[in-house]
């Protein structure tokens, strides 16, 4: 059990541009989850994945956000024409469906819109 | 829907010395509890969840949480805290609902900052 892996731990880019996260949960995890933490805040929900099927998306993930989970293993955050409010912590966590609310969560991407 | 209100931004504490962070949260149908930890630079920790049966939870280093249904409340609670206690903690809550997709709604966030 490696973890909830996420890539980059730390991106910058130029607004305007389109990024990429990356989750990989934990092997046997059908459920993952994105959230984003913005300063002094909690985390936010964004989607949740079981296996490959995207079954929920919150208001705040607007048009410029996207996120797959092609094979129901890893998953991609993708987030285009970045703007200066997109700036915040991603997390990504996943959890099996035995696992009584104990999601695991990944240490995060933080993503700084210049 | 659910909200969590954490009513202390920022906790500072001496070492060894007890702590309360408070938690209440607002909801229209029954939830799930939980509170997580987060260390710099780390991800969120689950420290400890009520679920059902008794109210008072308990993690294995040292901190208690008490569901207290009339108040809705789930304060933390530790007797005597420790440098490497130093992290935010975040309040977090479930509804109960089978059907959902078992999102947390979270809390601000509490910094607890141990003096030595």
């Known amino acids: 059990d490696t973890g909830v892996s996420q890539n980059p731990r730390h991106k910058i880019t130029k607004r305007g541009q389109n990024v990429t996260f990356r989750c990989d949960p934990i092997?046997?995890?059908?459920?993952l989850y994105w959230y984003r933490q913005t300063l002094g805040q909690g985390p936010e929900f964004l989607t949740y994945?079981?296996?490959?099927?995207?079954?929920?998306k919150s208001r705040l993930l607007s048009d410029r956000f996207s996120a797959e989970r092609p094979k129901g293993s890893f998953s991609t955050l993708e987030i285009q024409r970045t703007e200066q409010g997109d700036s915040a912590m991603y997390l990504c966590?996943?959890?099996?469906?035995?696992?009584?609310?104990?999601?695991?969560f990944g240490s995060g991407t933080r993503l700084t819109v210049v | 829907a659910q909200s969590v209100t954490q009513l202390d931004s920022q906790v500072p504490v001496f070492e060894e010395a007890p702590v309360e962070l408070r938690c209440n949260y607002s909801?229209?149908?029954?939830?799930?509890l939980f509170w997580y930890v987060q260390y710099p630079n780390q991800g969120l920790q689950l420290l400890l969840k009520?679920?059902?049966?008794?109210?008072l939870v308990e993690s294995i280093n040292g901190f208690e949480a008490e569901f207290n249904k009339s108040q809705t409340s789930f304060h933390l609670r530790k007797p005597s805290v420790h440098i490497s206690d130093t992290a935010e903690y975040f309040c977090?809550?479930?509804?109960?609902?089978?059907?959902?997709?078992?999102?947390?709604?979270f809390g601000s966030g509490t910094q607890l900052t141990v003096l030595p």
């Open positions: 092997s046997e995890h059908n459920r």
């Open positions: 966590a996943s959890s099996y469906p035995g696992q009584n609310y104990g999601y695991t």
């Open positions: 909801s229209s149908v029954s939830v799930y």
């Open positions: 009520y679920l059902s049966g008794s109210t």
């Open positions: 994945f079981q296996n490959e099927a995207q079954l929920e």
């Open positions: 977090a809550v479930s509804s109960i609902s089978s059907g959902s997709a078992r999102q947390l709604t």
